[in-house]
């Protein structure tokens, strides 16, 4: 289990956490949800230890994550944006990268020969498609077999084949175990593959709850409606 104890982060004036507090349950997939500027990336970027929190603590299975380090080789990160060097070719990035990982010995291949990342290994990084990046970049994210994924709008830029195999994967890993955590703007998407939804509104934790007891308990069709009657019952204009 991963969990948030009273997170605050402050960027100058701007507060973007506001003692958030929530946990992420082991094996499911939870979707983080919430208009731009809510706080969904940071809480992701506090947990991957790209940004330190300003208050608060976040463990997983108990142990305080800025005491541990090397929790951080249980988790991949796809970014929404990837940055690769742009000199270099994707076959000299996967190499890097597998260097870097010295450590794992035992790799995940599926999504490269699904994308046909073979096609592309002699290409620069600055000669790659949008669609492409994202492909390696969904790629390196699983690379390393972790047992956490933490995935920041995975599917924007994606075909629709692209992030259909994507969706595929994601499932596949939940039913070995893994634990999936994903931001989306598209509900459809969100309601496809997430267990639990955590909604974040201006900072704060407005719910969390699994998704088809939020359907069940505001009595509606599907979650679109359920998200849209939680935000009016609270008097937040949609």
Known sequence: ????RNINKRYGQLQVLKDVTVSIETGRITAILGPNGSGKTTLLKCLLGLV???GGEILLVDHRINAHPEY???IGYMPQIAQFPEHLTVGEIIRMMKDIRSDVTHYDEELFERFHLDRELTKKSKELSGGTRQKLNAYLAFLF???I???DEPTVGLDPVASLILKEKI?????QGKTVIFTSHILPEIAAL?????FLLDGRLLFKEAKQVLIDRTKTKNLEEAIAEVLQYSGVEG
């Open 149 to 151: 994924y933490v995935l």
């Open 52 to 54: 330190h929190p300003d």
């Open 1 to 4: 289990m991963i969990q948030f």
């Open 145 to 147: 077999q972790p047992q």
């Open 72 to 74: 951080r080789q249980q």
């Open 171 to 175: 499932r596949k890993e939940k039913q």
């Open 194 to 198: 997430a267990d639990d939804v955590i």
